[in-house]
């Protein structure tokens, strides 16, 4: 909840290739989706390190194919997932930066940053684009921001959940709530069908991004949001689309040119960027040109694809969208007939071969394209955000419930994943059920906690174990309760106990595999406070810098112009002349680092005391020149 003097909360879309950041406008009654300070609505997440500095956003994706292996993107194809996952050993393949293994099989990113080689987890890559967003909200409103509600796709498991939430933390956040992104976009989409809404309608919503792909299927009654079933792919996405056209035209140069660029990271990540753009094209035309100068040891890239072609080389992934919407609505017995409107959320949802399958699929049906799949997702946040705030006027009431989307359970016998919470079970939700000892005399046993529809437990992912002890001496079959318990952020605690003669033995797990410990935030906390601060001094020793720059520049025009050079005496012309000299040798050292921020900003100083007259005068004179 927002505390007094904590400021408005926002909504975080915190997307695989671009954020988006939205607010409850109170003045005006409605939304408003946060420019950025190039004026752009979704920011790139993306985070670069150079030798001088750090660079979150545009900036960051702009420099991208001069240091591409220190441009990390795509944190939240990892975040949640170890090393050794395979989708993450796929990923690394075509990724320019470094990905190594660190403890307990955790994905570490390695960078260079101010000459140093420098390890860092996913969650602080991801903290570093929340507080991009932040700081975005923050020009914005011109107050701090603590307050966050961020989404998730509904299909990321309880790691991925957590992970996102320590990435906020580490940003400085109060996450309020996490929230699934198709619901987060059916309360976008509901919002705007409010006035027809009295009626229950059942909503659709399918949700391709560049990473993720997501559907879910609401039904929206009054102030009432009820997802009924979802289902997705937490690796499926535009990213895909770009690759399968990356590797294609890298076989067409290798059969062109003899010449392979599949090990040269620049090469990759220029033609990546050309790929995505054609990608885009192809949503409005059928054929296009992907043109990359001087790609590989000097040769041109130019070729040309069509759309025929883009969608030759992704069919199967648009098929496997297609089957997914199909599981969904098997979920929830539903008929495709009784889908009121399938709305389109997300970047991909543009590709028309998307479209075409999906009006397909729901024979012949109008789909929905009026809310903007960019910023829809956002949009929900910033509602869900102002309404856990509390206390503001006219923010539209609306009550969600949301489901899980991964069944979950617990080891049985030798390998039997024994289900407690089916998937698509509405959250929040406590579940106990009753197993009992399969030996004689136990004492302990082991309590290990999985998530997954596979019926053997070792084909599920593992979230955790905790052992219940002090049991005491009985032959086989003594009861236990096992509690499983899923809160608003759709996060998991699990909890046993045994009852004898009243005696009540309970534990929480623990043993969360692969999480942050709370030591580690801590650190990552700092970490990120250092990072900030030298971001800051970075940014003052260029404006001291430019500063600098802007004297020179000025006195030497001064000197150069013959009009107000006859107006300066022969003392200000020395006085001058000295000082170029001097501010162009710090300018210099400047530029090869050793010197301090203060001397620059001294130095600065100096020459706004010494030269105050003789500017004054050049400037006078300037605007009569
Ligand atoms: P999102 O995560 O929703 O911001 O979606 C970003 C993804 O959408 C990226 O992979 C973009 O390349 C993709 N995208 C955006 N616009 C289009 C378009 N017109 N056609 C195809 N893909 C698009």
Not at 64 to 72: I, K
Not at 96 to 111: C, L
Not at 209 to 235: E, P, R, Y
Not at 305 to 314: D, Q, S, Y
Request: charged fraction near 30%; charge should be neutral.
């Amino acid at each position: 909840m927002a505390k007094n003097g904590e400021g408005c909360a926002i909504g975080i879309d915190l997307g695989t290739t671009y954020s988006c950041v939205a607010v409850w406008k109170e003045t005006e009654d409605r939304i408003e989706i946060i420019q950025n300070e190039q004026g752009n609505k979704i920011t790139p997440s993306f985070v670069a390190f150079t030798d001088d500095q750090r660079l979150i956003g545009d900036a960051a994706k702009n420099q991208a194919a001069t240091n591409p292996e220190n441009t990390v993107f795509d944190a939240k194809r990892l975040i949640g997932r170890k090393h050794s996952d395979p989708i993450i050993k796929n990923d690394m393949m075509l990724w320019p930066f470094k990905v190594i293994a660190g403890v307990d099989d955790k994905p570490m990113i390695v960078v260079k940053y101010h000459g140093k080689e420098k390890h860092l987890f996913v969650e602080e890559i991801s903290s570093m684009v929340l507080t991009k967003m932040r700081e975005i909200a923050e020009a914005y409103l011109e107050s701090p921001v603590k307050n966050a509600v961020i989404t998730v796709p509904a299909y990321f498991n309880d790691s991925q959940r957590k992970a996102t939430i320590d990435a906020g933390t580490i940003a400085g956040l109060n996450v309020m709530r996490i929230i699934n992104e198709p619901t987060a976009a059916a309360i976008a989409y509901g919002l705007e069908k409010r006035t027809n809404c009295e009626e229950e309608r059942s909503i659709f919503i399918f949700d391709l991004g560049g990473g993720t792909f997501d559907v879910s299927l609401l039904t929206i009654k009054g102030k009432d949001f009820k997802v009924q079933a979802t289902a997705g792919n937490t690796h499926l996405g535009g990213e895909d689309f770009d690759n399968r056209m990356v590797e294609y035209f890298v076989e067409e140069f290798k059969r062109k040119s003899k010449l392979d660029i599949a090990g040269n990271s620049k090469a990759l990540r220029r033609l990546r960027s050309a790929c995505e753009r054609a990608k885009r094209t192809l949503s409005w035309t059928t054929c296009t040109t992907v043109e990359v100068d001087s790609l590989f040891q000097g040769i041109d890239f130019c070729f040309s694809i069509t759309r025929a072609r883009f969608e030759e080389l992704n069919m199967n992934m648009f098929r496997e969208c297609i089957e997914t919407v199909d599981k969904c609505l098997n979920d929830a017995k539903m008929d495709k007939s009784s889908v009121h409107d399938v709305v389109l959320v997300g970047g991909s949802s543009r590709i028309p071969k998307v479209q075409e399958l999906l009006q397909d699929f729901f024979k012949g049906k109008d789909l929905c394209k009026s809310i903007n799949p960019d910023e829809a997702v956002a949009y929900g946040a910033a509602v869900q955000a102002a309404l856990l705030s509390g206390g503001i006027k006219n923010v539209p009431n609306l009550v969600l419930s949301d489901v899980t989307p991964l069944s979950l359970g617990i080891l049985v016998q030798v390998d039997i994943m024994s289900v407690v919470i089916p998937r698509n079970t509405t959250t929040p939700v406590k579940k106990t059920e009753g197993y009992t000892t399969d030996r004689d005399n136990l004492s302990r046993v082991l309590i290990e906690v999985y998530e997954g529809e596979r019926a053997r437990a070792s084909d599920n992912s593992l979230l955790g174990s905790f052992v219940l002890s002090g049991i005491p001496p009985t032959p086989r079959g003594h009861p236990l309760d096992v509690c499983f318990a899923i809160d608003e952020n759709g996060i998991l605690s699990v909890s046993a106990k045994e009852k004898t003669n009243g005696s009540k033995n309970e534990i929480t797990i623990t043993n969360d595999k692969g999480r942050l410990s709370t030591e580690e935030i801590k650190r990552l906390i700092q970490e990120a406070q250092r990072f900030q601060a030298e971001d800051k001094k970075f940014l003052r020793k260029a404006n001291a810098m430019n500063s600098l720059d802007d004297y020179i520049y000025k006195m030497k025009k001064s000197l150069k112009n013959d009009y107000i050079n006859s107006k300066l005496s022969s003392e200000e012309k020395e006085k001058i002349s000295s000082a170029i000299t001097k501010a162009t040798n710090l300018l210099d050292a400047g530029n090869n680092k050793p010197v301090e921020i203060e001397v620059l900003e001294d130095y600065v100083k100096e020459l706004e005391s010494m030269f105050k007259p003789i500017v004054g005068k050049i400037d006078l004179l300037f605007a009569f020149y």
